[in-house]
């Protein structure tokens, strides 16, 4: 069986207080194993981006509990949640497209620099996310003055930039021309076929869905179907797995043989 990278128990979120309450999630339970590509597909107003903003860690559930890697993650306290996040999780959300007046670099940098990563070396992968993303060119740019494509692949760069393990993304086609949809679509679906990148996905694009090897649908706050339509994530999963590990050990080997 592959890992289970995310697990969700029993969550329920309701905003608001007394006469004012809605919950917008109703017990939900879900489990990511590594490797897979997730889609979450609901109408509007079913609670998709409230679970992923749960299953990110971005927000507490009001009941139930999350765990990354087996870990209770409900306990932690936000230091500790800032840091999981910052290592492991790459987010494409469009509302967190923040710091407008810094520059497209400096955008894509800042989870290397709360990382604490040598400036030296937190520029060349940044400049190495840009490229990826084609946008090398606008590096300079700040990022107020992007067109909204570019702003969206702004986000693809920053969420790509740490090696994280899981991606999140939240309509990360939404508001865009097709091609550059696709563009977007195509790089993440690179990062989760080559590098075994978790991806969970939430769109309204049922062509993109069906991209993924998993489709959970959501109506009302609760889950009504989940189908695996793919199991050969697991084979990624455990290839991506090998090659970490061979990579690990060359890095030893090198690290021994300069004694
Ligand atoms: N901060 C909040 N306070 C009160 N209600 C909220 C809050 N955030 C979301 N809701 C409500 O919770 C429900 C689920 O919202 P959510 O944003 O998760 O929907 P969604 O499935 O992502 O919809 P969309 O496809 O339109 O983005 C909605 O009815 C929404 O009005
Ligand atoms: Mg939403």
Known sequence: MPNTVIEAKNLTKTYGKKSAAFTALKNINLKIY???????VGKSGSGKSTLMHLLALLDRPTKGEIYVDGKNASNLKNN???KLRNE???FVFQQFFMNANNTVLENVLLPLKIAKISRKERKKQAEAALKIVDL???MKNKAVDLSGGQKQRVCIARAVVNNPQIIFADEPTGNLDSATGDKITDLLFELNK???VTLIVVTHDEDLAKLCNRIVR????KIISDQTVRKDYQ?????????EAARVR????????KK
Request: no cysteine; hydrophobic share 20%.
């Open 34 to 40: 590594e490797g897979e590509s997730v889609a979450i």
């Open 80 to 82: 500790d949640l800032n």
């Open 88 to 90: 492991r999780f790459g």
């Open 136 to 138: 090398e060119s606008k």
């Open 194 to 196: 080559k590098q075994g």
């Open 218 to 221: 959501i109506s009302d706050g």
């Open 235 to 243: 084979k990624q999963a455990s290839r991506k797995r090998e090659t």
């Open 250 to 257: 060359n890095a030893n080997e090198k690290k021994g043989g």
